[in-house]
């Protein structure tokens, strides 16, 4: 079995391009099957979050193209897919990726936790949707040990660990005086939950959390120490606020520019500031061509989080390293099982072959004695024994190259019908 990754991130494409496959990654089934019917690609998973947008897929390894892959995906995002955007990865380098998205190795913010929750609740909806198999199933459990290993040895994880406490810290310096402005945090999932707590560390004077289920959004605003306010409220607590920071999984804008010139309105010309998490993004762009307002995006975060790199820049590469030596080890072992099921398959096959001929003719000639009998059957065993060694060992020791590896397998696999 071959792993692949095809993807774009924060790095390769900006808020634009990502948010267009939102609709793509809601729609996982479609996706998985249409993977499975035009790629071979047997096994997926999606991860989409704000920063990026990623399918993992497993399946043969002469059979999985990604070429397909790509296909698949460009059809069924309305022609989105651009080729200098993207990346495909496979084998080790795809294994490598995965793990450093899990370790938070290839976030905007090195080292922050937040992605790995979003794969663990990716991996969870593909597992609950039959999408991933053996393969994805090591793979992602894997990486989640690589993540703690990261984490728990390399302390990567210091000061601003995710995109959420940077919009925070960035709030702060927005306003003047922290003690004396308010904020509102729309969405009570993690990033937002997250976002509340951190305003409130950073001393603003009022943070208030809403959301769309009232039990969710008393339980994040307790965890965070901020105010529960309800959702259909929270146009009017605009007017109130100095920052709000919108991060919900709304499929389109929640805040459009009507809304803002009324709560402009009510605000006697004091700016307004909108920090927008979302995925896609939850304020209209044409927000910003309003007088009075200011609208960061997760991509206008980057040059802040990567101030605060400096920061861990010796623990990140220990990580680094770690990661990449788990993946080869990984890639050795997903390997190793694959060229010993093949040997496995060819030697019972050819035992089997060499079983019923010599009980073939023992029915032949039943006259042959006992010690007859057993030479002829050491002989037989003998003979397999021969037979399997050299295509046993080169797939074992002599077959370094990855592509060649598998490709003999699947070739000896066909030559021989194997199971």
């Known amino acids: 079995m071959q792993i692949l990754v095809a993807g774009i991130n924060h790095k390769t494409a900006p808020v634009e391009t990502r948010e267009l496959f939102s609709s793509l ?76 998205v899990a370790a938070g190795l290839d976030a905007m913010v090195v080292g922050e936790t937040q992605v790995l929750s979003q794969l663990k609740m990716s991996y969870q909806r593909a597992w609950e949707a039959g999408t991933t198999g053996p393969v994805l199933n090591r793979a992602l459990h894997r990486a989640f040990f690589v993540a703690k290993r990261v984490h728990t040895e390399c302390r990567v994880v210091r000061g601003p660990v995710s995109v959420a406490s940077v919009a925070a810290a960035h709030a702060a310096e927005i306003v003047s005086d922290a003690a004396r402005s308010r904020a509102l945090v729309l969405g009570t999932g993690e990033v937002g939950t997250c976002a509340a707590r951190q305003l409130v560390r950073e001393g603003f004077g009022s943070v208030a959390i809403a959301g769309r289920t009232p039990s969710r959004t008393e339980a ?111 890639h050795s072992e997903l390997s190793g099982r694959r060229f010993t099921r093949t040997v496995a398959a060819l030697s019972e096959k050819i035992s089997a072959i060499g079983k019923g001929e010599v009980e073939k003719l023992f ?57």
């Open 25 to 100: 990654a809601r729609g996982g089934e479609e996706l998985a099957a249409r993977l499975a019917g035009e790629a071979d690609a047997g096994e997926s998973l999606i991860l989409f979050t704000c920063n990026r947008f990623e399918i993992y897929c497993a399946g043969p390894a002469c059979e999985l193209d990604p070429s397909a892959v790509a296909g698949v995906i460009d059809g069924l995002s309305g022609g989105a897919f651009r080729a200098g955007q993207w990346y495909l990865r496979t084998g080790e380098e795809a294994l490598t990726h995965l793990f450093r």
């Open 220 to 330: 994040a605003a307790e965890q965070a120490g901020a105010t529960a306010v309800p959702w259909k409220s929270f146009p009017s607590r605009m007017a109130e606020s100095d920052i709000v920071i919108a991060a919900t999984s709304a499929p389109r804008p929640i805040i459009g520019p009507s809304s803002i010139i009324t709560a402009l309105k009510s605000k006697r010309a004091q700016p307004l500031s909108f920090i927008d998490l979302g995925a896609p993004r939850n304020v209209s762009p044409s927000a910003a061509r309003i007088g009075g307002v200011r609208v960061i995006t997760v991509d206008d975060l980057k040059p802040l989080a990567e101030k605060n790199l400096s920061i861990r820049a010796e623990a990140a590469g220990r990580a680094e390293g770690l990661v990449a030596a788990e993946a080869a080890l990984f």
């Open 363 to 419: 029915r032949l000639h039943p006259d042959l004695d006992e010690k007859h009998r057993k030479a002829i059957e050491k002989a037989c065993r003998s003979i397999v024994s021969k037979i399997l060694a050299d295509p046993a060992r080169y797939l074992k020791d002599e077959a370094h190259v990855e592509g060649e590896r598998f490709i003999s397998a699947d070739v000896i696999k066909r030559i021989f019908d194997l199971p």
